[in-house]
């Protein structure tokens, strides 16, 4: 029988309590995922995190009984960064990590993602291999006497606190800079104040009062309108949003304006190639990334290798070609160096190091190079219906704009790989000849897609 696919790019992820984000579907990924990475010791072990989603109990409650039945030990750590759970798995020399978490969604949205013992997502094979033993069912059960046992890891906070100021500059402080951190109601609402704070600085803290049902709303990387005000009314010299995993991060300078994942990769490969610090001779980024951002760095001299949406695709090419610097426009950004996911928290804290450093406003130091023109529009799709993609005459549109388009800029069109959305993506040297592209293939979409 084949398996029916549950993992998107970022693992499994749906509407709580609905078809596949069901209690009975986490049971399922707990036996299924405990029985293949039981370790060769007598107790097997398994971190559990999640973010600030009223589902979330449901899930871990699930997953935590489908561990323990096959005879892995779990250790909960409530509410807590994506970064956190992974390296957490590594540190506690866990033999699986889980995060729930449907990181910058709303809150009705909910997701499982799996972490090896080395702290990494895990591979599309090894998602498979889950897939289809979920699928065949029938996994084997531990014996009473080897149930696995559940427990509360103590100051699981504290531990990420320390492991984040850790990779901040030995000896700098953030003494006198005056920051807002928006966490947007999720999982860092607690661990990224606290480390700002005693790395010296003035913090403003907003999104930091989770109750369930407010994580991602109108706060955090993907609606940074909050945070933009907050640093204008408070005279900051920077702001810093995180999405509801903490796996992202988009910042803003002391003027309001956004400093995206394409701008925090060029200061930071600047940097580090300054400082000698740069391996792989560039970057990694993905598809959706602007072409200024690699002009720039061809500038610089510098590479930049694309792969496909998802930090999961350039962790894998950053290891595969030694790389230590990578991410994606939305705000993911890799450095291995210090971990083995996007980390939102460790990036700022890197940025930050630099703004002191070069003792310059965020403004001057945040942008590197002018983008071209982009536009990205979205257009959902009934899920069980025939796929837009497919229909002859979105096809015939999509290949008349690639033409128009090849001399001066690029036509990118991809389905999400998290939810019904096709993404419809135009840059271009020519501002209104990008927004016509978009509009005619969204158009060509929205004629088939309901």
């Known amino acids: 029988m084949t398996a029916r696919k549950l993992f998107g790019t970022d693992g499994i992820r749906g509407t709580a309590n609905m078809d596949p984000m069901t209690p009975e579907l986490a049971l399922a990924v707990g036996l299924a995922a405990g029985r293949l990475f039981r370790g060769e010791g007598p107790r097997p072990r398994v971190v559990i995190g999640k973010d600030t989603r009223l589902s ?16 892995i030990d779990v250790m909960l750590v409530g509410p ?44 599309d094979e090894v998602e498979r291999e889950i897939e289809a033993m979920i699928e065949a069912g029938g996994i084997e059960k531990a014996e009473p006497k080897a149930l696995g046992r559940a427990q509360r890891l103590e100051e699981p906070a504290g531990r990420y606190i320390e492991f984040a100021k850790a990779t ?26 606290t480390v700002l704070w005693e790395l010296g600085a003035e913090v403003i803290a907003i999104g930091v009062a989770p109750d369930g049902f407010n994580i991602n709303r109108e706060c955090g990387s993907t609606h940074v309108k909050a945070l933009r005000q907050a640093v204008l009314a408070h005279d900051a010299h920077i702001g810093i949003a995180l999405d509801g995993d903490a796996d992202r991060l988009i910042l803003v300078d ?29 970057i990694v980024a993905t598809v959706m990334s602007n072409l ?21 695709y350039v962790v894998e090419r950053m290891r595969d070609q030694g790389f230590n610097v990578g991410g994606e426009q939305s705000g993911h950004i890799i450095l291995s160096d210090f971990a083995t996911t996007g980390d939102g928290l460790i990036a700022a804290l890197q940025v930050l190091a630099m703004v002191v450093e070069a003792g310059r406003p965020a403004s001057e130091v945040c942008r590197r190079f002018q983008p071209l023109p982009q536009v990205l529009r979205n257009v959902r799709f009934a899920a069980n219906g025939h796929h837009p993609l497919e229909d002859g005459g979105v096809k015939a549109t999509i290949a008349a704009v690639e033409a128009r388009l090849a001399q001066s800029g690029r036509l990118l069109i991809r389905k999400s790989g998290t939810e019904p959305v096709i993404r419809v993506m135009a840059e271009g040297e020519d501002p209104n000849l990008v927004e016509g592209s978009v509009a005619e293939v969204v158009q060509a979409l929205e004629r088939v897609a309901s």
């Open 56 to 71: 979330g109990y449901m899930i871990e409650a699930a997953l935590q009984a489908g561990f323990v039945a096959v005879g």
């Open 292 to 312: 200024g951002l690699e002009r720039h760095l061809a500038r610089l001299g510098l590479s930049m290798a694309r792969t496909a949406v998802g930090d999961r």
């Open 254 to 282: 002391e003027t309001g304006q956004v400093v995206d994942g394409d701008q925090l990769m060029a200061v930071v490969a600047e940097h580090f190639q300054r400082t000698e610090r740069l391996r792989g001779g560039g």
């Open 80 to 123: 807590m960064p994506t970064p956190a759970v992974a390296m957490l798995t590594r540190s506690l020399r866990a033999d699986l990590g889980v995060m729930i978490s449907a990181s910058h969604n709303p809150y009705q949205d909910n997701g499982i993602k799996l972490f090896g013992p080395d702290g990494y997502k895990l591979s």
């Open 168 to 193: 901040f500059p030995r000896g700098m402080k953030l003494d006198g800079l005056k920051v807002v951190v928006d966490c947007a109601h999720g999982a860092a609402y607690k661990v990224a104040p």
